[in-house]
């Protein structure tokens, strides 16, 4: 695997339901990050991790849980969603020096019934 | 300020060359950005700029910095179908770490 891998790509679940996302960097990156694309709205950053820590929740709502075991690997536990949380999650990476561009995966498609 | 701004749409035939312009307010941006998005897919980095120059070119792709005017441009020079996608210019600015700004994006179509 190269770049960022996202895991599932298309998720439907109930709003009783818990799920998780997983994404994944093979960069060699120590930054990572969780975007919100909602249709028609511009691109809504999440969460940050910088070297495993979390350095900013943009107010987002404590039904999203994201954890970040290492610098590889980012997790989102999603449990009783709301049918405006459908959107497309996506997972970008990056170095914390230079230019610090992110690399984005391919998103998880999430529906909320 | 908080906004990068773009067009909505930008239609341009096969073969000619495409501009794809943003506008942003904060004078402290120091790397500017452009993605492409594809249909069902997750963000391309194309290129990036540092703030202190001015062009920047890769291939089929220009850009140009007025920082004065705060104002960033992609050029695609002979335009093809496979260039049909969502283009978002982002910044990232003095102060605020690795975080990214990102524009509400230009929907490019390309007609035969």
Same mark, same amino acid.
């Given at each position: 695997?190269?770049?960022?891998?996202?895991?599932?790509?298309?998720?439907?679940?109930?709003?009783?339901?818990?799920?998780?996302?997983?994404?994944?960097?093979?960069?060699?990156?120590?930054?990572?990050?969780?975007?919100?694309?909602?249709?028609?709205?511009?691109?809504?950053?999440?969460?940050?991790?910088?070297?495993?820590?979390?350095?900013?929740?943009?107010?987002?709502?404590?039904?999203?849980?994201?954890?970040?075991?290492?610098?590889?690997?980012?997790?989102?536990?999603?449990?009783?969603?709301?049918?405006?949380?459908?959107?497309?999650?996506?997972?970008?990476?990056?170095?914390?020096?230079?230019?610090?561009?992110?690399?984005?995966?391919?998103?998880?498609?999430?529906?909320?019934? | 300020?908080?906004?990068?701004?773009?067009?909505?749409?930008?239609?341009?035939?096969?073969?000619?060359?495409?501009?794809?312009?943003?506008?942003? +307010?904060?004078?402290?941006?120091?790397?500017? $950005?452009?993605?492409?998005?594809?249909?069902?897919? #997750?963000?391309?980095? %194309? /290129?990036?700029?540092?703030?202190?120059?001015?062009?920047?070119?890769?291939?089929?792709?220009?850009?140009?910095?007025?920082?004065?005017?705060?104002?960033?441009?992609?050029?695609?020079?002979? +335009?093809?179908?496979?260039?049909?996608?969502? $283009?978002?210019?982002?910044?990232?600015?003095?102060? #605020?770490?690795?975080? %990214? /700004?990102?524009?509400?994006?230009?929907?490019?179509?390309?007609?035969?």
């Amino acid at each position: 695997e190269t770049g960022v891998t996202q895991t599932p790509r298309h998720l439907v679940m109930g709003m009783t339901n818990k799920k998780s996302l997983k994404c994944e960097q093979h960069l060699g990156h120590n930054a990572m990050y969780w975007y919100k694309q909602s249709a028609k709205k511009p691109l809504e950053l999440m969460f940050v991790y910088n070297f495993k820590e979390q350095t900013e929740n943009n107010s987002v709502p404590s039904r999203f849980s994201p954890e970040c075991p290492n610098s590889s690997h980012l997790f989102l536990h999603l449990h009783t969603l709301q049918p405006e949380d459908s959107a497309l999650y996506l997972c970008a990476s990056s170095l914390l020096e230079g230019p610090r561009e992110q690399y984005f995966g391919p998103g998880t498609r999430l529906t909320v019934t | 300020g908080e906004d990068v701004e773009q067009s909505l749409f930008l239609s341009v035939r096969e073969g000619d060359s495409s501009v794809i312009n943003c506008t942003y +307010t904060d004078s402290s941006s120091t790397y500017l $950005y452009w993605y492409k998005q594809e249909p069902g897919a #997750g963000l391309q980095l %194309l /290129t990036y700029i540092f703030s202190n120059m001015d062009m920047k070119q890769d291939q089929r792709l220009t850009v140009l910095l007025n920082k004065k005017d705060k104002h960033l441009s992609l050029r695609i020079a002979d +335009t093809q179908t496979g260039d049909s996608a969502i $283009y978002f210019c982002a910044e990232t600015r003095t102060g #605020g770490g690795n975080k %990214l /700004t990102f524009g509400t994006g230009t929907q490019l179509k390309v007609e035969l």
